[in-house]
């Protein structure tokens, strides 16, 4: 499946430095791991008596390798393979630990710029699951049928195909203006959104929902979310606690619904009162330090990485004001977003970034500060007061030392 319109969308948000260059990995890589090594309990000895059955036929696929993978954190793990027949028709048998997100993969070699023929299962053991596809639609073309996930995820497959046209409809979607991009993605990502509610709710233990749950997520922030999925997904995951007790997966998803309901207070707090968010993250010494241990100081909240060459550029005017004003209450909290630790600390030594209060975890725009704080470009700074009240943002160059100046008074 083609990139989503929604995160293209948020790419066209990134006016400063948007991301670190980094080289992709090759879509057609896989991990070989052992099956005896950590996957989630999601796959058993590869010698165990087979507890899923997956027959079907892939049309104008005939010959093809098919591969039943288990999706880990460690990458995908094979279960077992077979060779379609001359007419497409398959037989594959594979074990697996417990209910969980797997794939069925056409082996081949993908070339640059193609996708992986590949589908989502979720599987359940004991499962007998039928699949009618097509080799040259194969992303696209899958039926399920002969569990009780098959339904749902057909309707979510269908519903998603019926987006991912509209955004193919888009031959550059940079000529819109951001908000105009953002309500029309919202429109048309809507009646699946209301599909995936639905199913929940009539159903909130389904296997499928594993993968229809991430549709409501907040992908494009908490601005444009309805905040009434989170009842809707706490509905989920009480219905996996009863039915996948300790489960990976179930506790996982209380995970990330815990987290996204806090997320939500502090994007409230900081929408409605107008409180900066609490940051939490470790210095380069694996020190743990919090932004609501500075109160009772103005703090420049200053997101930065070393490879944003803006960010660099603005560091000698940030180093010079704090020398100016440190021993006017105030403080600078720096939040790096790096993925390299040792490039991260190599800048703030190179750069003069002499202040204490310096954290990161490492995770470049995937790390929760930048929902928590609706920025999309660094460098962005946000002034707080000894309250913790947000006074201004996006402050730089002249305007960051006229604020200054009107606070401190020199």
């Not at 036929?57 to 793990?77: M, Q, S, Y």
């Amino acid at each position: 499946m083609k990139k989503s319109i929604y995160v293209l969308a948020l790419s066209t948000l990134f006016l400063a430095c948007g991301s670190e260059d980094e080289t992709p990995k090759s879509q057609s890589e896989s991990v070989e791991t052992s099956a005896k090594e950590d996957s989630g309990k999601m796959i058993k000895d590869p010698n165990a008596t087979p507890n899923v059955s997956i027959n079907g036929t892939v049309n104008n696929g005939g010959n093809a390798t098919l591969l039943l993978e288990a999706n880990t954190d460690r990458g995908p793990i094979l279960i077992s393979k077979t060779v379609t027949n001359a007419d497409g028709s398959f037989q594959l048998d594979g074990a697996i630990e417990a209910m969980g997100l797997y794939q069925l993969r056409v082996d081949e070699v993908v070339q640059q710029g193609q996708e992986p023929k590949v589908i989502p299962l979720t599987l359940v053991p004991e499962d007998e699951l039928t699949l009618q596809l097509d080799f040259n639609e194969f992303n696209r073309s899958a039926v399920y049928e002969g569990t009780n996930w098959a339904a749902p995820l057909n309707g979510y497959m269908a519903e998603m195909r019926k987006f991912v046209d509209w955004q193919m409809t888009l031959v550059n979607p940079q000529q819109y203006p951001q908000e105009e991009l953002i309500k029309m993605v919202m429109e048309k990502k809507d009646p699946m959104d209301r599909y995936i509610v639905k199913e929940i709710k009539k159903d909130p233990g389904n296997p499928a929902h594993i993968l229809l749950m991430t549709n409501l997520m907040p992908m494009m922030g908490f601005e444009n979310y309805d905040m009434k999925n989170i009842e809707v997904l706490k509905t989920l995951h009480k219905a996996y606690e009863e039915k996948y007790p300790e489960h990976p997966m179930t506790v996982s998803i209380g995970s990330q619904v815990a987290q996204l309901e806090q997320s939500l207070n502090d994007y409230v707090d900081y929408k409605e009162k107008n409180i900066a968010p609490e940051i939490t993250k470790v210095n380069p010494d694996g020190e743990e330090m919090k932004l609501s241990s500075l109160r009772g100081k103005y703090v420049l909240i200053d997101f930065w990485a070393s490879w944003c060459g803006p960010c660099r550029v603005e560091n000698p005017n940030v180093v010079r004001l704090y020398n100016k004003y440190k021993g006017d209450k105030f403080e600078i909290f720096s939040v790096s977003l790096d993925k390299d630790k040792e490039k991260w600390m190599k800048a703030i030594e190179a750069d003069g970034l002499i202040w204490d209060y310096h954290v990161s975890d490492l995770q470049g725009w995937e790390t929760d500060v930048v929902q928590k704080y609706q920025f999309n470009g660094i460098p962005h700074t946000v002034l707080i007061d000894p309250e913790g009240k947000i006074i201004a943002e996006k402050l730089r160059g002249p305007s960051l030392e006229k604020k200054l100046q009107e606070l401190f008074g020199k």
